[in-house]
Each structure stands twice: as C-alpha cells, then as structure tokens.
C-alpha cells in the first residue's frame, strides 16, 4: 500500500494548473469582445475545468492509497471528464456567430477531453 504524503511537487503541479487557467481566462477577456459573456459563461467554465483537473489528480491520490488488489472504483476514473463536459453544457448557448467565445467553449472541451486521455 501506498501512503506516501502530497509533498511540494503535487503543489507545484496544482500551482501549474492554476497559473494556466489565469492566463486563459486574461487571454479569454482580452479577446472576448462581450463581457458579459466573458464573466456569465467563461469564468464558470473555467472554474469547473480547474475543479475538473483537481478532481482528476485528488482520485488518482485516492486509488493510490487503496489496497493493491482493491480496483472497485478503478472505473470510475473515467467518467470525470465526461461529467466535467456536460457541466459545461449549462454554460454553452448556440449562436451562429463566429466569435472567441465558441472559441473558448471549445478550448474548454477539448482540454478536458485531453485531461482525460493523459490519466487514462
């Protein structure tokens, strides 16, 4: 069994992780041309897609911790990122417009969706 303690580098990747979702989001407002859109439905994407990160490296720690021969939620692994983009599906609307904010959305999905292939 592995219980070895979260030392300075799982901080650093977390650090990481937030440093990268500021810059997106100060990139996202510079581009956005309507802040509303920037601040309603953006920023909250963002924030799930950091939750999402977390949540992927908080249940990696947790099965780490369990039992060598205990694989009961193993699976359950998979089904974050796939969660993580139906929650973003509350901060989506269909506009036919091509603007930085379909941009956004999609860059959203698309690196939860490689979050999601890298702990697989």
Known sequence: MN??????????????????ILLLCFLEYVFIKNKFDFWNYIVPTNCLLFLGF???????VYLQRQEEDDF?????????GPAIS????????ATDEKNFYGISMMTAYHTNFFAQGIVN
């Open 72 to 80: 009961r939620f193993a699976l359950v692994l998979l089904l974050i």
């Open 54 to 60: 977390i949540l992927f490296m908080a249940f990696q």
């Open 3 to 20: 219980r070895r303690p979260l030392g300075m580098p799982d901080f650093w990747i977390v650090m990481g992780q937030l440093l990268a």
């Open 86 to 93: 139906i929650c973003f599906n509350m901060f989506k609307y």
